[in-house]
Protein backbone atom coordinates (compact mmCIF):
# COMPACT_ATOMS: atom_id res chain seq x y z
CA UNK A 1 0.00 0.00 0.00
CA UNK A 2 1.58 3.17 -1.43
CA UNK A 3 1.94 6.12 0.10
CA UNK A 4 3.44 8.71 3.41
CA UNK A 5 3.47 8.49 6.20
CA UNK A 6 4.34 11.18 9.31
CA UNK A 7 4.78 9.95 12.86
CA UNK A 8 3.46 11.12 15.70
CA UNK A 9 0.69 12.65 14.65
CA UNK A 10 0.40 14.52 17.86
CA UNK A 11 3.12 15.87 19.54
CA UNK A 12 3.99 18.12 22.36
CA UNK A 13 7.49 19.58 23.58
CA UNK A 14 8.22 22.26 25.94
CA UNK A 15 9.99 25.66 25.07
CA UNK A 16 13.66 25.45 24.28
CA UNK A 17 13.43 22.18 22.90
CA UNK A 18 14.04 20.86 19.51
CA UNK A 19 12.17 18.31 18.05
CA UNK A 20 12.36 15.92 14.72
CA UNK A 21 9.25 14.87 12.96
CA UNK A 22 9.17 12.23 10.32
CA UNK A 23 7.94 11.78 7.30
CA UNK A 24 8.26 8.27 4.79
CA UNK A 25 7.21 7.93 1.26
CA UNK A 26 7.26 4.63 -0.83
CA UNK A 27 5.82 6.02 -4.14
CA UNK A 28 9.27 6.28 -5.35
CA UNK A 29 9.29 10.18 -5.82
CA UNK A 30 12.21 12.30 -6.04
CA UNK A 31 10.66 15.47 -4.44
CA UNK A 32 9.43 15.87 -1.31
CA UNK A 33 8.48 19.24 0.36
CA UNK A 34 7.47 19.99 4.41
CA UNK A 35 4.17 22.86 4.60
CA UNK A 36 3.46 24.82 7.62
CA UNK A 37 -0.57 25.03 8.64
CA UNK A 38 -2.23 27.21 11.14
CA UNK A 39 -5.26 27.80 11.84
CA UNK A 40 -7.55 28.78 9.56
CA UNK A 41 -5.07 29.36 6.88
CA UNK A 42 -2.92 28.16 3.93
CA UNK A 43 -0.02 26.00 3.54
CA UNK A 44 3.13 27.71 3.26
CA UNK A 45 6.28 25.85 2.20
CA UNK A 46 9.39 25.44 5.02
CA UNK A 47 11.78 23.58 2.68
CA UNK A 48 11.48 20.95 -0.39
CA UNK A 49 14.19 18.52 -1.92
CA UNK A 50 14.43 17.96 -5.44
CA UNK A 51 16.91 14.68 -5.29
CA UNK A 52 18.80 12.63 -2.75
CA UNK A 53 21.28 14.86 -0.52
CA UNK A 54 19.74 18.10 -1.99
CA UNK A 55 17.31 21.04 -0.42
CA UNK A 56 16.15 24.32 -0.89
CA UNK A 57 14.70 26.47 1.47
CA UNK A 58 11.11 27.47 1.14
CA UNK A 59 8.90 30.63 2.22
CA UNK A 60 9.65 30.21 6.11
CA UNK A 61 12.65 28.39 6.28
CA UNK A 62 13.95 30.31 9.55
CA UNK A 63 14.48 28.64 12.58
CA UNK A 64 13.75 24.95 10.88
CA UNK A 65 16.35 21.97 9.50
CA UNK A 66 16.10 19.06 6.88
CA UNK A 67 18.00 16.32 5.65
CA UNK A 68 17.48 14.08 2.61
CA UNK A 69 20.21 11.14 3.22
CA UNK A 70 17.45 8.40 1.42
CA UNK A 71 15.00 9.03 -1.65
CA UNK A 72 12.33 7.88 1.04
CA UNK A 73 13.16 10.32 3.81
CA UNK A 74 12.55 13.79 4.62
CA UNK A 75 12.89 14.43 8.38
CA UNK A 76 11.87 18.27 9.30
CA UNK A 77 13.58 19.34 12.58
CA UNK A 78 11.78 22.14 14.41
CA UNK A 79 14.99 24.00 16.58
CA UNK A 80 14.33 26.15 19.81
CA UNK A 81 15.32 28.97 17.04
CA UNK A 82 11.82 28.63 16.00
CA UNK A 83 9.44 31.71 17.37
CA UNK A 84 6.05 30.27 16.97
CA UNK A 85 6.04 26.36 16.49
CA UNK A 86 2.72 25.52 17.64
CA UNK A 87 1.21 24.02 14.18
CA UNK A 88 0.25 21.41 11.75
CA UNK A 89 2.91 20.33 9.38
CA UNK A 90 2.46 18.49 6.46
CA UNK A 91 5.10 16.74 4.22
CA UNK A 92 4.40 15.79 0.92
CA UNK A 93 6.33 14.39 -2.24
CA UNK A 94 5.86 14.59 -6.08
CA UNK A 95 7.23 12.83 -8.88
CA UNK A 96 9.58 15.54 -9.75
CA UNK A 97 9.96 18.96 -8.33
CA UNK A 98 8.16 21.50 -9.53
CA UNK A 99 4.44 22.80 -9.30
CA UNK A 100 3.45 20.87 -12.13
CA UNK A 101 3.10 17.69 -10.06
CA UNK A 102 0.41 16.72 -8.17
CA UNK A 103 1.45 16.92 -4.59
CA UNK A 104 1.03 13.89 -2.33
CA UNK A 105 0.21 14.50 1.59
CA UNK A 106 0.84 12.34 4.38
CA UNK A 107 -1.60 12.58 7.40
CA UNK A 108 0.21 15.78 9.19
CA UNK A 109 1.88 15.90 12.63
CA UNK A 110 0.20 18.25 14.99
CA UNK A 111 2.86 20.26 17.55
CA UNK A 112 1.88 21.77 20.36
CA UNK A 113 5.09 23.98 21.96
CA UNK A 114 4.17 25.34 25.55
CA UNK B 1 6.71 37.36 -4.64
CA UNK B 2 3.63 35.38 -6.11
CA UNK B 3 0.75 36.00 -4.29
CA UNK B 4 -2.38 33.60 -4.13
CA UNK B 5 -5.41 35.21 -2.76
CA UNK B 6 -8.60 33.22 -2.24
CA UNK B 7 -12.56 34.50 -1.38
CA UNK B 8 -14.39 34.01 0.33
CA UNK B 9 -12.78 32.57 3.62
CA UNK B 10 -15.52 30.98 4.97
CA UNK B 11 -18.90 29.61 3.24
CA UNK B 12 -22.34 28.01 4.80
CA UNK B 13 -24.63 26.90 2.59
CA UNK B 14 -27.96 24.86 2.72
CA UNK B 15 -27.59 21.57 1.52
CA UNK B 16 -28.68 21.48 -1.91
CA UNK B 17 -27.34 25.02 -2.67
CA UNK B 18 -24.59 25.81 -5.02
CA UNK B 19 -20.83 27.07 -4.15
CA UNK B 20 -18.33 29.10 -5.48
CA UNK B 21 -14.52 29.96 -4.15
CA UNK B 22 -12.54 32.16 -6.40
CA UNK B 23 -8.88 32.21 -6.63
CA UNK B 24 -6.97 34.80 -8.11
CA UNK B 25 -2.65 35.57 -8.63
CA UNK B 26 -0.87 38.74 -8.64
CA UNK B 27 0.93 36.94 -11.85
CA UNK B 28 0.29 35.28 -14.59
CA UNK B 29 0.61 31.32 -13.48
CA UNK B 30 1.53 28.39 -16.00
CA UNK B 31 -0.75 26.32 -14.26
CA UNK B 32 -3.08 25.61 -11.31
CA UNK B 33 -4.00 22.86 -8.91
CA UNK B 34 -6.71 22.44 -6.81
CA UNK B 35 -7.23 20.19 -3.51
CA UNK B 36 -9.58 19.53 -0.90
CA UNK B 37 -8.90 18.96 2.89
CA UNK B 38 -11.53 17.37 4.85
CA UNK B 39 -11.80 18.82 8.53
CA UNK B 40 -8.57 16.73 10.79
CA UNK B 41 -7.32 15.49 7.10
CA UNK B 42 -4.96 16.42 4.80
CA UNK B 43 -5.09 17.94 1.22
CA UNK B 44 -6.03 15.84 -1.46
CA UNK B 45 -5.91 16.58 -5.44
CA UNK B 46 -8.64 17.56 -7.21
CA UNK B 47 -7.40 18.74 -10.51
CA UNK B 48 -5.00 20.66 -12.46
CA UNK B 49 -5.62 23.42 -15.13
CA UNK B 50 -3.18 24.15 -17.20
CA UNK B 51 -4.60 25.93 -20.53
CA UNK B 52 -6.23 29.41 -21.04
CA UNK B 53 -9.59 29.62 -19.91
CA UNK B 54 -9.98 25.44 -19.09
CA UNK B 55 -13.19 24.63 -17.69
CA UNK B 56 -13.07 20.83 -16.59
CA UNK B 57 -15.78 18.46 -14.85
CA UNK B 58 -15.56 16.06 -12.31
CA UNK B 59 -19.45 15.22 -11.72
CA UNK B 60 -20.77 17.97 -9.53
CA UNK B 61 -17.41 20.35 -9.60
CA UNK B 62 -16.67 22.68 -12.38
CA UNK B 63 -13.24 23.86 -12.61
CA UNK B 64 -12.42 26.83 -14.64
CA UNK B 65 -8.84 28.74 -15.28
CA UNK B 66 -8.80 32.21 -16.68
CA UNK B 67 -7.83 33.43 -20.02
CA UNK B 68 -5.41 35.74 -18.35
CA UNK B 69 -4.20 32.75 -16.57
CA UNK B 70 -4.71 34.87 -13.16
CA UNK B 71 -7.04 33.75 -11.78
CA UNK B 72 -9.37 30.34 -11.32
CA UNK B 73 -13.05 29.64 -9.62
CA UNK B 74 -14.31 26.26 -7.76
CA UNK B 75 -18.28 25.68 -8.37
CA UNK B 76 -19.88 23.03 -6.53
CA UNK B 77 -23.21 22.30 -7.41
CA UNK B 78 -25.79 21.30 -5.34
CA UNK B 79 -23.48 21.16 -2.10
CA UNK B 80 -23.86 17.15 0.06
CA UNK B 81 -22.49 17.11 3.45
CA UNK B 82 -19.43 15.24 2.05
CA UNK B 83 -18.53 18.60 0.50
CA UNK B 84 -17.38 20.31 3.94
CA UNK B 85 -13.97 21.12 3.92
CA UNK B 86 -11.03 23.63 2.99
CA UNK B 87 -10.97 23.66 -0.70
CA UNK B 88 -7.34 25.58 -1.41
CA UNK B 89 -6.09 26.74 -4.81
CA UNK B 90 -2.48 26.70 -5.64
CA UNK B 91 -0.47 27.92 -8.53
CA UNK B 92 2.59 27.56 -9.92
CA UNK B 93 5.10 30.69 -11.87
CA UNK B 94 7.06 28.58 -14.73
CA UNK B 95 9.89 27.18 -12.95
CA UNK B 96 8.56 27.98 -9.46
CA UNK B 97 6.89 25.29 -6.51
CA UNK B 98 3.51 25.70 -6.01
CA UNK B 99 1.87 29.02 -3.99
CA UNK B 100 -1.57 27.81 -1.88
CA UNK B 101 -4.14 30.22 -1.81
CA UNK B 102 -5.53 30.49 2.08
CA UNK B 103 -8.29 28.34 1.48
CA UNK B 104 -12.50 28.36 1.43
CA UNK B 105 -13.59 26.34 3.91
CA UNK B 106 -17.22 25.35 3.15
CA UNK B 107 -19.73 24.28 5.88
CA UNK B 108 -22.82 22.58 4.74
CA UNK B 109 -25.91 23.05 6.80
CA UNK B 110 -27.84 19.56 6.41
Known amino acids: DGGITQSPKYLFRKEGQNVTLSCEQN?????MYWYRQDPGQGLRLIYY???????QKGDIAEGYSVSREKKESFPLTVTSAQKNPTAFYLC?????????????FGPGTRLTVT | GQQVMQIPQYQHVQEGEDFTTYCNSS?????IQWYKQRPGGHPVFLIQLVKSGEVKKQKRLTFQFGEAKKNSSLHITATQTTDVGTYFC??????????FGGGTRLMVKP
Open chain 1, 49 to 55: SQIVNDF
Open chain 2, 27 to 31: TTLSN
Open chain 1, 92 to 104: ASSPLAGGAYEQY
Open chain 2, 90 to 99: AGTNAGNMLT
Open chain 1, 27 to 31: LNHDA
